[in-house]
Structure formats: C-alpha cells, structure tokens
C-alpha cells in the first residue's frame, strides 16, 4: 500500500467506519490510516461529535393516540353515509379547525369501532362538538394542539 | 450492534407481521395496533422533515390511510417498519414539493435557541440548559439548510439508527448510494454548524 499520509480515507470511508457498516478489509484499511494520520483521525471525530449532537435533539412526541383517529377517518371513507353529516358539520368550523376537528371525531368513531360499541354516525359527528374526548382514549389531546388551548373553546 | 438489540429488533419485526397479516384480513384492531407502536417514530421523522407540528400531525395520519389502503400489497417479505417509512417519506417528499418549499422553513427563524413549539419561557435559563437549548438550536438550523434528501438520510441514520441496508430500502436506492449521500450529508451539516456557530464543534482549528 501507499504511504498512508498521502491518499486520505474518504468521507463516506470514514463515515461509514464511524456506522460500523464497512466489510473488514475496509475497516482494517481505514483504522491503519487513522493511526497514522491526525487530519483524517480529526474529521473522524467530526463526525462522531455531530452524531452525538443528534442524539442531544430533544425527542419530539406526538402527545396522543392516533389509532382512533385513523379508525375513525377509515370508517368515514369506508361506510355510506347521509349526506348530511359528511358535509355539514366540517362547513361549520372555522379554517384551520379542521385538523382539531378530525382529531375529535376520529376519537369518537375510533371509539366506536375499537370499542365495540355500536353507537350511530350521528352520535359521533356531535361529539365533536364536546371538548371532552368520549372515553378518554386521547388523554393528551391538548398537547397535539398546544397551541389552540383557546380553540377548544370554540367548540362549545 | 448488539445480539440483544437484534433480537429485540427481531421480536418486534415478528409482532409487526403477525399484526399486519392480521390487519390484511381485515382485522382493524390489529391495524390500531400497528399505529399505535409506530405513530411516535413516524411523527417525529415527519416532524424533522418539515417543521411544523400541525402539518406533521396531518401528515401522520395520511401516512397511516395510505399505508391501510396499500396494505393489500404488503408482503411479509418486506419489514413492515421499512415499509411504512417509504410511505412516510413520498408523503413527506410531496408535501414538500407541495409547499414549493426550496428551502426548509426553520421551527422558529427568529428564536434559533429555543425548541420548537414551545412557548417562550421568559424566566431565565440555568446557564447549562441555555447552552443546550442554543446547541439544539444550532443543529436544527444546520440540518433545516441541508435539501430534504440530505435532511432525511441524516434523520433516518441518526435519529431512527437504521442501517445501511434498511435506509436503501427506505429510499429505494442501493447501500453504495446510501454510503456515499450520508457522508456528504454528514460534511454538509458540519459545514453549516460551523458557518453558524462561527467555529468549529471540537476545538480543531481549521
Ligand atoms: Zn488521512
């Protein structure tokens, strides 16, 4: 091989040494190198210091369950309705409430269909009109909206 | 990575297929399931990409219709994680493509210390805690310059700890490809740490 000072490792070698996803001959070739050559050992730690900063990022989280959500949303496309419930109360909300709105009616027909029960189409479309969460299943549902702790109110 | 990490990975790969199989037969409380262990990755990874909590919170939930709709193709050949990840991101790509978004719009442009969607705190800050918070600050903004398919794979490798292998699948692309665009995501984010820091991370001059 070459004198090690004069062909570097190349970033995605040292990158991915620093991922434990080089073949060992590779790891060998670049560990030597490294070795031997503070400039590349340095960009090494670079590396490895970036990678610690990401695992420093604060773990954003959603703050609710959105199983009920999704349930309730397939079972809106899923199941014939009257019309009157499909276009009439999202017409009401003001813009931008539409995603706190399907949040809640999510939860309520979620609730009806992981809960078993059998409640009708228009039991769940008023309830989304209760600030209160049927059943509790969405315990953090102010956190998804933290900022909208007034729009809850608008509900009412 | 360790034998116990892989085996725990693997247990849980063997609950997401039991579970999807499930779901594929139309058992919904098996899909709920599927939502309820993956929401929080998904959310988060959509979250990093695009900045705002409202539209990854919306993005989620699409992620999760689109994936129910296409369940019917999944087979159990592919890692059902790997797969609902490529929903999550050509929902995230086209959001982004949607929003004509050339460049990421920063959490807070005008507040690079603090984190994202928190209220400002007006009382003053342990001085550690300011550091960090102005660090994360520093990150974000590195990692908000970079375009989305440098964003992404940096997400993917550092928050979501995939390897190799699983990133390709993710992004439909070969391990070589995945090798070569992490590193220059990696060299493009330190170079915008650096430019906005004014230094370097590590005491290294130049
Ligand atoms: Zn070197």
């Known amino acids: 091989m070459t004198d090690p000072h004069e062909v570097h490792a190349s970033d995605s070698d040292l990158s991915a040494y620093l991922d434990a996803e080089l073949d060992a001959a590779a790891r060998c070739r670049v560990e030597n190198h490294l070795a031997a050559c503070p400039r590349c050992a340095a960009r090494l730690a670079d590396f490895r210091h970036l990678a610690a900063e990401f695992a420093r990022l604060p773990r954003e989280s959603l703050g609710c369950d959105l199983a009920g959500v999704i349930a309730g949303r397939l079972a809106e496309e899923a199941r014939p309705r009257p019309r009157v419930h499909a276009s009439g109360w999202r017409g009401l909300l003001p813009l931008g409430f539409g995603a706190a709105a399907s949040v809640a ?18 039991m769940a479309a008023m309830s989304v009109f209760d600030p209160i969460p049927p059943g509790g299943l969405c315990p953090g549902l102010d956190a998804c909206y933290a900022r909208g702790a007034d729009m809850t109110g608008a509900f009412k | ?67 129910y709709r296409a369940l019917p193709g999944w087979r159990p050949e592919a890692r059902f994680a790997t797969w609902l990840f490529q929903i999550a991101r050509n929902a995230t790509l086209d ?25 400002h705190d007006a009382a003053p800050l342990p001085e550690e805690r300011l550091a960090d918070r102005q660090r994360i600050g520093l ?57 906005h820091a004014g230094e370097s991370p590590d005491d290294r001059s130049a």
């Open chain 1, 105 to 122: 009616l999510g939860i309520a027909m979620g609730a009806v269909l992981f809960g078993g029960g059998a409640a009708l189409p228009r």
């Open chain 2, 1 to 67: 990575m360790a034998d116990d990490d892989k085996g725990t990975n693997q247990r849980m790969d063997d609950a997401d297929e039991a579970l999807a199989l499930r779901a594929q037969a139309g058992d919904r409380q098996a899909f709920a399931q599927l939502v309820r262990r993956h929401q929080e990755r998904v959310f988060r990874f959509v979250l990093r990409m695009l900045g705002s909590r409202e539209e990854a919170m919306d993005l989620t939930q699409e992620t999760f219709l689109k994936a």
């Open chain 2, 95 to 119: 959001q982004l493509r949607r929003r004509q978004l050339v460049e990421f719009v920063p959490l807070d442009a005008d507040a690079p210390g603090e984190a994202a969607c928190e209220p």
């Open chain 2, 139 to 195: 990150l974000e903004r590195a990692l908000g310059a970079l375009p989305a398919g440098q964003r992404e794979i940096l997400l993917l490798r550092e928050l979501e700890d995939m390897s190799y292998a699983e990133i390709a699948a993710t992004l439909g692309v070969n391990e070589g490809t995945v090798k070569s665009r992490l590193a220059r995501a990696r060299a493009a984010a330190l170079a915008h740490y650096r430019h």
